[in-house]
T-cell receptor, first 111, second 112 residues
Framework: GQQLNQSPQSMFIQEGEDVSMNCTSSSIFNTWLWYKQDPGEGPVLLIALYKAGELTSNGRLTAQFGITRKDSFLNISASIPSDVGIYFCAGLNTGGFKTIFGAGTRLFVKA | ETGVTQSPTHLIKTRGQQVTLRCSSQSGHNTVSWYQQALGQGPQFIFQYYREEENGRGNFPPRFSGLQFPNYSSELNVNALELDDSALYLC???????????FGNGTRLTVT
């Protein structure tokens, strides 16, 4: 079945550093999504991407929909302690019913 | 705008028992999906409901079943609980198509 591979699995960075994480798939998706999950909470939508090549920002976060439609990346600039959490990528196809999630990238930020 | 709410927040059950988890969808959303998230993993798709009918199902056995009500709220029922069913169960609503899911904070189920 469809699978999403996220890398890295975890990252330990200093406050103020930039972060980059990515997600690849063997299948094409029409929609790529990025979520953040804090302990004890559900995933929260950060950015939604609907078009190959699309580059979208949300504050210090920037995500891109790969032109092959098989990958996406998320960048966080000037990280702060509240960026700590698990970041999930997810893919969905138009007309499909299943949003598929990666295993997550765990981000740790040292003040 | 009211977000997705789930109840209960935590639940402890014994192997072999049955459990019902509840979810109220975000206002304006007509589609509800349920996910199972084991510790350290990403959410795994269980099934989706639209217009009170199951619209698609992941790789979960028939003892996982659900309902959607006319007000778009939903229930997840799990029969004959097994130890491996211990997980965070997430409900998410959307307006269908390729619109993104919006999640509740989940129900933490522990099976002993």
């Amino acid at each position: 079945g469809q699978q999403l591979n996220q890398s890295p699995q975890s990252m330990f960075i200093q406050e103020g550093e930039d972060v980059s994480m990515n997600c690849t798939s063997s299948s094409i998706f029409n929609t790529w999504l990025w979520y953040k999950q804090d302990p004890g909470e559900g995933p929260v939508l950060l950015i939604a991407l609907y078009k190959a090549g699309e580059l979208t920002s949300n504050g210090r976060l920037t995500a891109q929909f790969g032109i092959t439609r098989k990958d996406s990346f998320l960048n966080i600039s000037a990280s702060i302690p509240s960026d700590v959490g698990i970041y999930f990528c997810a893919g969905l196809n138009t007309g499909g019913f299943k949003t598929i999630f990666g295993a997550g990238t765990r981000l740790f930020v040292k003040a | 705008e009211t977000g997705v709410t789930q109840s209960p927040t935590h639940l402890i059950k014994t192997r072999g028992q049955q459990v019902t988890l509840r979810c109220s969808s975000q206002s304006g959303h007509n589609t509800v999906s349920w996910y199972q998230q084991a510790l350290g993993q990403g959410p795994q798709f269980i099934f989706q409901y639209y217009r009170e009918e199951e619209n698609g199902r992941g790789n979960f056995p028939p003892r996982f079943s659900g309902l959607q009500f006319p007000n778009y709220s939903s229930e997840l029922n799990v029969n004959a609980l097994e130890l491996d069913d211990s997980a965070l169960y997430l409900c998410a609503s959307s307006s269908g198509g390729n619109s993104p899911l919006h999640f509740g904070n989940g129900t933490r189920l522990t099976v002993t």
